[in-house]
């Protein structure tokens, strides 16, 4: 396994485990900020959305693996994803984001989404830094 891929893994899982655990902690506080985003997404910016597009584009870039055991296909396909993710956001108007944030009934569904998050940051994580 490569050690962009190890790096990858626990670069991405322990920061999918403090996210998911910091937001459900929080949660009604995470739930405005995503409404507040979606109203103007100038808030976005800052230093942590240049973190994260830098690691997107290395992801796809530099790891676009789609081979090799779940692993690296796993962070392959989670660069690609959040890369897409964040090309709809910026495609997107922002009532088309309300109603997408509505039909994922994402304040409803909230825990089970940061639950997926913070299962796939422990896998990351796991196997990340046993590998």
């Not at 690296?72 to 108007?93: C, E, K, M, N, Q």
């Not at 909230?110 to 422990?122: D, E, K, Q, R, S």
């Amino acid at each position: 396994m490569s050690p962009l891929t190890i790096f990858l893994a626990k670069l991405l899982g322990l920061y999918c485990i403090v996210a998911a655990l910091a937001m459900m902690i929080r949660k009604q506080s995470t739930v405005a900020t995503i409404q507040a985003l979606l109203r103007d997404r100038r808030k976005a910016g800052g230093e942590a959305e240049h973190f994260d597009e830098q690691q997107k584009r290395r992801i796809v870039v530099g790891h676009n693996i789609w081979s090799g055991g779940a692993l690296p296909v796993l962070i392959t396909l989670l660069g690609w994803v959040l890369t897409i993710r964040s090309a709809g956001f910026l495609a997107l108007s922002p009532a088309a984001l309300s109603k997408l944030v509505e039909a994922m009934r994402y304040e409803e569904l909230f825990y089970l989404y940061m639950g997926a998050t913070l299962v796939l940051g422990l896998y990351l994580t796991y196997a990340g830094f046993s590998a």
